[in-house]
Structures are given as structure tokens and as C-alpha cells.
């Protein structure tokens, strides 16, 4: 398996002199929707071709954690499916994390709903788990059992590193 890390919350200007500093390097780049700039079409569609892997997130984390009403108001469920359904946006990432509004153990079924949804009407997504001890629904499992190729850790509750760790020692003795 290969590990990808991805660069959060860029900004054009740092893409072209980062790129200027190091040429030949790869780039894998997280844009937020919650968090859209006036320079992500630089980026996203000018400039594609300097990134070498670009996912767009949906932008609930920083909706449900905004400090004004302003920024929680640009990010919703609909506005992230029209962003999504732009033909240039839709081919410039390589995919999208679901619109998962609900971090808490008893959110899958709203956040499942909304998978749905922008599947139904955009492409596929990747799904976010949030239960990570699997306490109301074993998301991962259900997640792999129906072959998403990616599954994301979202916020949780949980301890991710606790987590991690029972893994860690579970799978690899």
C-alpha cells in the first residue's frame, strides 16, 4: 500500500513558489469546498497540471465549527453537489469526501443519506467513518463490504490514537 500525504488548506501563490523551488516535485493537494478561495479555479483548472493528486472535502468539519454564521451559511449539502456537478471541477479531482455533517457514533444514517445523494447526482464519493469502535455500526466493514476503494477517518469521538494502537497490535502482532 502506498502512502500518499496530501497538503491541506494551499493557496495558489504557495503552489507556484513551491513549484518554483522544487520543480519536479509531486504534489497532492486537499481543497475544502467549506473553505473555497477565489484562486482554487487557478488551481483546480488552470493550473492542473502542477498537482499530482487533488481531493476535494466537503467542508462539513469547518461548517459545524465555523465562530459566525456568515461561513457556516456558504456550505451545505445542495452547494456541495452543485460545486461538484461543474463538469471542469468534477474532472480536475481525483475524488471527493462524502458531505458528512454528523460526527457523532449515531450520525451514518445521515451521513449515508447524504453519500447517496451526491452519488446519485454527482459521482462517487468516499465515505467517512466516525463510529471508529464500530459501538452503533461497524462503518468500516460496511464500507469495505460494499468495495469503496477509500474510507476516511473523520472527526470522532473516539481516541483516534487509542484506536490506531488496538489496531496496530490487532492486525499486526
Request: glycine share 2%; charged share 25%.
Amino acid at each position: 500500500m502506498e502512502l500518499k500525504l496530501f497538503l491541506s488548506s494551499f493557496t495558489f501563490k504557495t503552489l507556484i513558489n513551491y513549484k518554483q523551488l522544487r520543480p519536479d516535485s509531486e504534489m497532492n493537494i486537499l481543497l475544502s469546498f467549506g473553505t473555497r478561495k477565489l484562486d482554487y479555479e487557478d488551481m483546480v483548472i488552470t493550473h492542473r497540471n502542477m498537482i499530482n493528486s487533488l481531493i476535494c472535502d466537503s467542508g462539513a468539519y469547518t461548517k459545524n465549527n465555523a465562530q459566525d454564521k456568515k461561513t457556516a451559511a456558504k456550505i451545505s449539502l445542495d452547494g456541495y453537489i452543485s460545486f461538484l456537478r461543474q463538469p471542469l471541477i468534477r474532472n480536475s479531482f481525483d475524488f471527493a469526501f462524502n458531505y458528512d455533517q454528523d460526527f457523532k457514533k449515531t450520525g451514518f444514517e445521515t451521513n449515508y443519506r447524504n453519500m447517496k445523494k451526491i452519488e446519485q447526482n454527482v459521482i462517487s464519493v468516499v465515505p467517512v467513518v466516525h463510529d471508529y469502535k464500530a459501538q452503533i455500526i461497524n462503518e468500516i466493514d460496511y464500507y469495505l463490504k460494499n468495495k469503496y476503494p477509500i474510507i476516511a477517518l473523520g472527526f470522532s469521538e473516539d481516541k483516534i490514537k487509542d484506536i490506531l494502537n488496538e489496531y496496530v497490535k490487532k492486525e499486526h502482532p
